[in-house]
């Protein structure tokens, strides 16, 4: 079992960034692909991105393309999302997760293990 916790999030203007983090504590961080969703109030948790074990590979939605970048130090057990030019719409509650599914894997229930979620407000 592993336990994620997120954190910074905040507020920001719309072109702005801002780094969230998901540290881990529990079974060995490197034996889980980590996977970013995030969920806008009445929308359905959405898939932003997804990193392989090693950290070398890395898988966006066209949403965030370009603007996202997963990452993730393993001697620290915990994983990043930077998120750079900002848009209103990218208002959320941003969730880290953690299993072993396929490295692309996009849909929620691929995932067992959450953290409990950080706001994300973005300001026009």
């Known amino acids: 079992q592993i336990h994620l916790v997120e954190s910074g999030g905040g507020l920001v203007q719309a072109g702005g960034s801002l780094r969230l983090s998901c540290a881990a504590s529990g079974r060995t961080f490197t034996s889980y692909i980590i996977g970013w969703f995030r969920q806008a109030p009445g929308k359905e948790r959405e898939f932003v991105g997804t990193i392989n074990y090693s950290g070398d590979n890395t898988y966006y939605a066209d949403s965030v393309t370009g603007r996202f970048t997963i990452s993730r130090d393993n001697a620290k057990n915990t994983g990043y999302l930077q998120m750079n030019s900002l848009k209103p719409e990218d208002t959320a509650v941003y969730y880290c997760?953690?299993?072993?599914?396929?490295?692309?894997?996009?849909?929620?229930?691929?995932?067992?293990?959450w953290g409990q979620g950080i706001q994300v407000t973005v300001s026009s």
């Open positions: 997760a953690a299993d072993d599914p396929p490295f692309t894997a996009w849909a929620t229930h691929e995932y067992k293990y």
